[in-house]
């Protein structure tokens, strides 16, 4: 928990969300934004600033992490069609907030990089 973070405040639902997946370590959610039909943040309960700050001990959340994504994408109807995940590091990568998070992104053809 970091006292100033907005998704340790979801996490911890000081701040309402739109769950879509939740268990011991890994919570998934709507995004407030949306910028594709489906648009959920899969993010880890515990807080972790940013992609380069996972350590060894993360190594099993992160692996859960993407094996949830693939079953929220089942559930959101997406998993046929596909999906993007994607990770914003730091400022040019454009990251906002900084407690680890991954974009499930679909439900449109999002084209190339
Ligand atoms: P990033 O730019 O990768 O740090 O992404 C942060 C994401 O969090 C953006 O897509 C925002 O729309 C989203 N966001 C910000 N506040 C909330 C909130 N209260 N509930 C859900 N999503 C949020
Ligand atoms: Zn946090």
Redesign the pocket.
Known sequence: MSEDC?FCK?VNKE?P?TIVYEDEDILA?????P?APV?I?IIPKKHIPTITDITDDDFELIGRMHAVAGKIARDAGIFEDGFRLV??CRSHG????YHL?F?LLGGKNLGGI
């Open positions: 907005l979801i701040i969300s959610f709507k995004d407030i934004n910028v648009h943040l990770n914003n454009g990251q906002v907030i998070h974009h």
